[in-house]
């Protein structure tokens, strides 16, 4: 397809990204905020399974034929060609104690008939920061600041360890390769531990060079992997696999990449 046929893909994602921060922003830092604990003992809020709930049932009407992965609520998107990938609030622990970096992120996965998927539309959508990031494949990423008008987006030009940027969560997950991850640290020109979608949509703008997170779902990555690939970068799990589906998420401007990957290996 063609970057014109994801027009309308985008302009819906674009719609639920509304949809969301309608809902974020009057539930963010909240009194009567109900907060929960799942089964994973991760925290869900009243705000994460309301908005997912409000996307879900607009994708329902605009696009009945279309499946849905969603972080709170399960699937149903197993047999279908396209589906959705919502995570309603990704940062929730962020969005519980008042801190703004959190964000909704809406991804279009699209399969082809050999059975591979790849991410086709992409939103991230930061209300609290007034930032919203977006792409489609073939069309660019592009980043709106307060409702501003959309700024394209690129990557860095960086070579080497010794010259990059990284960020990260933190050293929870590493495990095995910890030690690795410590000495890319320390081989780098700099690092900050900002996480979450904000370090891949630093990649994606250029102001860092690369974000690593060795423990992620699909939700957490699909809508980044578009965006940040659209922007010139690289997106693969932190064994260089690429795409959303690895279970790890490693974002790059591309030179970096199997820099990258080798120094975790």
Known sequence: MSAFDYKEDLALAHKLADIADAITLDRYQAQDLVISTKPD???????????EQAITTAIAKDRPHDGVLGEEFGSTHEKAKRYWVIDPIDGTKNFMRGVPT????????ERSED??????????????????WYASEGSGSYVIFAKGA???????KVE???DASITYSDFVGWNEKLSSFRKLLDDSW?????????????????????????????WDMAALDVIVREAGGQFSGTNG?????????????????????????
């Open 241 to 265: 696999v690429n795409g959303p589906f690895q279970k790890s998420g490693l974002s790059t401007n591309g030179k970096l990449h199997t820099k990258i990957v080798e120094a975790l290996s």
């Open 160 to 162: 080497s360890i010794s």
């Open 190 to 218: 700099r690092t900050r531990g900002l996480g979450d979608f904000w370090s891949h949509m630093l990649v994606a703008e250029g102001a860092v060079d690369v974000a690593i997170e060795p423990a992620l779902a699909l």
């Open 115 to 132: 059975g591979s998927e790849k991410v086709v539309v992409g939103v991230v959508s930061a209300p609290a920061l007034s930032r919203r």
């Open 41 to 51: 003992n991760t925290p869900v809020t009243d705000a994460d399974r309301a908005t």
């Open 150 to 156: 959309p700024k394209k987006i690129s990557v860095s």
């Open 102 to 109: 959190w964000a909704t992120l809406i991804g279009l996965v």
